[in-house]
């Protein structure tokens, strides 16, 4: 079976993350999020893979070649306009022919047998499509999928809030016969100008066709929001094998299971706990506390009394001494001046908000610090509160807390007035 994987989205609402890089490309646990997925296609046998790009398309080409290093055949087709996840469908028609295919939401991750299961399901029952289907506390940003006797019956879009407690959703992982093209071309554009795939599916369901669903497994989650990255990154690294090939000083402490790659060197009273994953060529410490569930990138330098805690941080970064950065993301080559701290804890300890696409949005979470693009400094002794944003390529003057979000390439700057005057006799 081949298998298509939607990768075109720009990933509005994971700026400024995705400000220099396409959403499929951020890393995670050692690996690009779309890494991890044709790893798991790899390991479930599928080998010829069809991606669907658009938004800096060029990064994902150069990244991944023609799959070989991933012992993969990947073909690539652009979708030239944002016109939906049918429209980005109907561009693997010529692909896949006449056969069955999996298809695969490029921001979509699960755990590693699901695959195999779905399709092994799939052949056992032979229907004209399957959906894949989660069950969320919350369903109101998903679609909700309504069944009977495991036949799809309905997909149901924005649903009502007070209808979307304990829900199934649509997990965004399908497999289908060549009906669905069929499907497509009969499909309308939605109220925000798009052909929807679930509009699709809908046209197969009223056209008697059997569509079933399957419950998955395990974990899931779909990564729309930069919090989402920090919840994969945590289930990633709970089930990675993590090996130490740098070196370790006398006197540094390694608890649970922590990689540490080559040429990296963790210095003299360094104490860190696992799952974490720090890259290559790396140098932390002396004295550093490395917390669970973190991933440092490769080339970073982690200076003299740093703590780290459930955070991603990409390569050629530099954290100098006595910062502390906590469920954050920070961005490519960003340099944080010495004593830069990252709050990610509200003194009344409500849940934090972050503005994505322009809204302020609830994150669900009561411990969130700062998203920071690549290539921004701070001065020493900066103070992020929670739920920031800086934006790629921006300056934070020394002594500046930032309590609202930073665009990119600007200078942001305190500038208190010093006054001086003689001692008293």
């Known amino acids: 079976m081949k298998a298509v994987i939607l990768a075109a989205g720009e990933g509005q609402r994971l700026l400024p993350l995705t400000a220099t890089r396409p959403k499929p490309l951020l890393p995670i646990a050692g690996k690009p999020v779309l890494e991890h997925i044709l790893t798991t296609l790899s390991?479930?046998?599928i080998k010829e893979i069809l991606i669907i790009i658009g938004h800096q398309?060029?990064?994902?080409i150069k990244y991944f070649g023609d799959g070989?290093?991933?012992?993969?055949?990947?073909t690539y087709k652009e979708q030239k306009e944002p016109l939906g996840t049918a429209h980005a469908t109907s561009i693997a028609k010529d692909f896949v022919g006449n056969e069955n295919f999996l298809l695969i939401y490029g921001d979509v991750l699960t755990g590693k047998q699901s695959y195999t299961k779905i399709i092994e399901?799939?052949?056992k029952e032979s229907p004209s499509a399957l959906i894949t289907t989660y069950k969320v506390k919350d369903a109101s940003l998903y679609g909700i999928i309504k069944t009977k006797n495991n036949q799809v019956i309905e997909i149901i879009e924005k649903p009502d809030p007070k209808e979307a407690k304990n829900q199934q959703i649509n997990a965004g992982i399908y497999i289908f016969t060549p009906k669905i093209f069929k499907a497509i071309k009969q499909t309308q554009k939605s109220e925000r100008g798009e052909y929807e795939l679930t509009d699709s599916i809908q046209q197969l369901i009223k056209q008697g066709e059997n569509i079933l669903a399957y419950e998955l497994e395990g974990w899931w989650i779909d990564i729309g929001t930069p919090w989402d990255l920090l919840d994969a990154n945590k289930l990633l690294l709970e089930e990675t094998k993590l090996e130490i090939k740098g070196k370790i000083e006398e006197g540094a402490k390694i608890i649970g299971p922590v990689g540490i790659g080559k040429n990296t060197i963790i210095r003299s009273g360094s104490y860190i706990i696992g799952p974490t994953l720090i890259g290559k060529n790396c140098d932390i410490g002396p004295n550093c506390f490395i917390r669970p569930h973190t991933y440092i990138g490769n080339y970073c330098r982690i200076g003299n009394a740093c703590e780290i805690k459930n955070s991603i941080i990409l390569d050629h970064t530099h954290i100098a001494h006595l910062s502390y950065v906590g469920d954050s993301i920070i961005g490519q080559n960003v340099n944080f001046g010495a004593g830069t701290i990252t709050a990610n804890l509200r003194l009344d300890e409500k849940t934090i908000k972050m503005t994505i696409k322009g809204?302020?949005?609830d994150t669900g979470r009561r411990k969130l610090g700062a998203i920071i693009g690549d290539n921004v400094k701070t001065g020493i002794g900066c103070m992020l509160m929670?739920?920031?944003?800086?934006?790629q390529n921006s300056l934070i003057g020394p002594n500046t807390t930032i309590n609202k979000d930073i665009p990119p390439n600007t200078i942001t700057t305190t500038k208190p007035q010093n006054t001086t005057k003689p001692l008293q006799p």
Not at 68 to 74: D, E, P, Q
Not at 386 to 391: A, E, H, N, R
């Open 57 to 60: 398309k060029e990064q994902i």
């Open 386 to 391: 929670p739920g920031i944003k800086i934006g």
């Open 121 to 123: 399901f799939f052949k």
């Open 68 to 74: 070989s290093k991933l012992n993969l055949k990947i």
């Open 43 to 45: 390991e479930a046998k």
């Open 359 to 361: 809204k302020r949005t």
